[in-house]
């Protein structure tokens, strides 16, 4: 039977419109007709009467590693289940599976286990994978074990780009390391995202990747050279190249909430993106977790090695949501940006990230306090709050 629904009396909010009341029917995965008041007939009918729901195109996180217990570092389709399940209840509709520095044999277990996988309809799409690391820098390492860091090799990255099916669409480097910049040019060439992150480059080397065909800086202030008035650094340069679009991780802890505000009020809502760079530990108690190899303690002040370094978050989209407008008053549209047309765009997604008629029915349901009622995945309803 065929998949009918009727969404009528909501608030629709697009990046670059004037959100409206409307209504949406959405029709085999996709979306079938938009307006004031539609008259179809549906399988399912949600009504926004009186409940001031805001629909939002579904939210893309570009680079997580796991979620209630799973990791993308797991290489089984078991836990790139849970997570793409997991992920609807925050209304993320699509992500990129997030590799890890590690041994080789591991990384490719990893790349080759996502080449098998198919997602189901009742889940967020995994939309391809973001390889971050090995091709780091010591010094700003993180939570990246050392010990697996290596040069970058393009013989390497083509090896396993054919493992994981072709599947690899974003790949985090440090282009000051040796081989980086020559690195970074290829990886253009072929069509692949390109983002500066784990680096020690300057501000000049930065503009040198840029120049290559970089365009994105991962979860920008963390694992990065810092800004200093003798030398901008990565956060100097990526806050002011207008090529470059910013990884955002909106907890708190990562950046404080000043931070946050200076980098809206430099790149705007067109240069951020946020992401939960989340880890296994997300939507369980705090304990004691594992991160490629390492324990990782989670408590109310965030996910750490014993060393004290951050080791990723347990954020969720919706949270980042609803912290980055409570600290920059952004507007709707603005968040829209930040949260899907932006990461679609940098992925070259032409049927996400947009409320139209004929885009993929991706869709989350918000209500007027920005926490997530319903989330629809391609067109099929797998998470209902209510």
């Not at 001031?52 to 996180?61: E, L, N, S, T």
């Not at 793409?84 to 041994?103: D, I, P, Y």
């Not at 009742?122 to 860091?149: K, N, T, Y």
């Amino acid at each position: 039977m065929e998949r009918k629904i009727l969404i009528s009396n909501v608030t629709i909010v697009n990046y670059d419109q004037t959100e409206f009341v409307g209504s949406i029917f959405l029709k085999d995965g996709k979306i079938e007709k938009i307006g004031k008041d539609i008259h179809v007939d549906a399988n399912e009918f949600l009504d926004g009467s009186s409940k001031g729901w805001i629909v939002f195109p579904g939210f893309i996180d570009m680079h997580i590693h796991g979620s209630e217990g799973y990791d993308t570092m797991d290489a089984t389709v078991v836990s790139l289940r849970g997570m793409a399940r997991s992920l609807v209840k925050e209304g993320t509709t699509g992500f990129l599976a997030t590799t890890m520095t590690q041994s080789i044999p591991v990384i490719e277990a990893a790349l080759e286990n996502i080449s098998h996988y198919k997602s189901n309809p009742d889940e967020a799409e995994l939309l391809g994978i973001h390889v971050e690391g090995p091709f780091i820098s010591r010094r700003w390492a993180g939570a990246q074990p050392m010990e697996h860091i290596i040069e970058p090799s393009i013989e390497q990255f083509n090896r396993w780009q054919e493992l994981s099916g072709y599947r690899i669409k974003q790949v985090t480097i440090a282009p000051e390391v040796r081989n980086g910049l020559e690195f970074v040019e290829a990886c253009c060439k072929m069509g692949l995202l390109v983002s500066i992150g784990h680096s020690d480059a300057t501000a000049e080397e930065v503009e040198r990747a840029v120049g290559l065909g970089a365009k994105q800086a991962t979860h920008l202030f963390n694992g990065m050279r810092p800004f200093h008035h003798r030398e901008p650094g990565v956060v100097g340069a990526a806050l002011l190249e207008e090529r470059v679009k910013t990884e955002v991780i909106a907890d708190f802890l990562h950046s404080h909430a000043d931070a946050l505000n200076l980098a809206f009020r430099l790149k705007g809502a067109s240069g951020i993106i946020l992401i939960t760079d989340a880890m296994r530990a997300k939507g369980l108690p705090y304990g004691d977790y594992d991160l490629g190899g390492q324990t990782v303690s989670v408590t109310e002040n965030g996910a750490h090695l014993s060393i004290g370094a951050l080791a990723g978050s347990v954020l969720t989209m919706d949270q980042a949501v609803r912290n980055f407008k409570k600290t920059t008053n952004c507007s709707l549209q603005e968040l829209v940006s930040m949260t899907s047309a932006n990461a679609a765009k940098q992925l070259q997604l032409r049927n996400k990230g947009y409320i139209a008629e004929g885009f993929d029915a991706d869709i989350v349901i918000l209500d007027q306090s920005l926490h997530v009622q319903k989330t629809i995945c391609r067109g099929s309803i797998v998470f209902d709050n209510e």
